[in-house]
């Protein structure tokens, strides 16, 4: 089955700076590529996806790349602000026929103002 | 309302106790999923009903784990003689796609589980 690592576990950057998180998946046939915001206990919430047919997606200051060959992808925040201190997930999804979402193990950002 | 709805929030549970988590979808989604969350750890997939219909049941760690959707609206994971190792936060998702259609899941707030 699918296994995606994440890492860093723990991001402490600067008000203002940017941070990136990395993500890689094991199963070549994934083609959907979301991430998830969660804040202390609240749900999670997608705030940006990436499909297997795109290399990057944009979204204000928010972007994610993917590379399918080397099977990994990447949140970008930039000009970051207090309110992104979250902990966020990538996840994968092999797809046709196989719905369920392979989570990784999180990564705790933290704002310092 | 407007979002996945789950109930209760919180429970508390003796060892050996059978709990009910349930599950209010957003209206129309045909998708409906169950995650199981340890703390500080990611969503570990359980299972996945299209409608009423249990498509993948792979993640349900035994066989004191069952979850039905009966109506394919309102689902409800039932855990019977709850172990320690069973204290986690149980989500549910839901999506308006089915199976290869996909799309975006829309999380509950969870039930946090706590077996004494």
């Known amino acids: 089955g699918e296994n995606v690592e994440q890492h860093p576990s723990t991001l402490s950057v600067q008000e203002g700076d940017s941070a990136v998180i990395k993500c890689t998946y094991s199963?070549?046939?994934?083609?959907?590529f979301p991430w998830y915001k969660q804040e202390l206990g609240k749900r999670p919430q997608l705030i940006i996806d990436?499909?297997?047919?795109?290399g990057e997606k944009k979204d204000q200051r928010i972007a994610v790349t993917l590379n399918k060959t080397a099977k990994h992808f990447s949140l970008h925040i930039t000009e970051t602000q207090p309110e992104d201190s979250a902990v966020y997930f990538c996840?994968?999804?092999?797809?046709?026929?196989?719905?369920?979402?392979?989570f990784g193990t999180g990564t705790r950002l933290t704002i310092i103002p | 309302g407007a979002g996945v709805s789950q109930s209760p929030r919180y429970k508390v549970a003796k060892r050996g106790q059978d709990v009910a988590l349930r599950c209010d979808p957003i209206?129309?989604?045909?998708?409906l999923f169950w995650y199981q969350q340890a703390l500080g750890q990611g969503p570990e997939f359980l299972t996945y009903?299209?409608?009423?219909?249990?498509?993948?049941k792979s993640g349900l760690p035994s066989d004191r784990f069952f979850a039905e959707r009966p109506e394919g609206s309102v689902s409800t994971l039932k855990i019977q003689r709850t172990q320690q190792e069973d204290s986690a936060v149980y989500l549910c998702a839901s999506s308006l796609g089915s199976a290869g259609v996909g799309g975006e899941l829309f999380f509950g707030e969870g039930s946090r589980l706590t077996v004494l």
């Open positions: 209206s129309g989604h045909v998708s």
């Open positions: 996840a994968a999804r092999a797809g046709f026929g196989n719905e369920k979402l392979t």
């Open positions: 199963d070549s046939a994934s083609n959907y």
């Open positions: 009903f299209q409608n009423e219909a249990q498509l993948d």
């Open positions: 990436i499909r297997s047919n795109v």
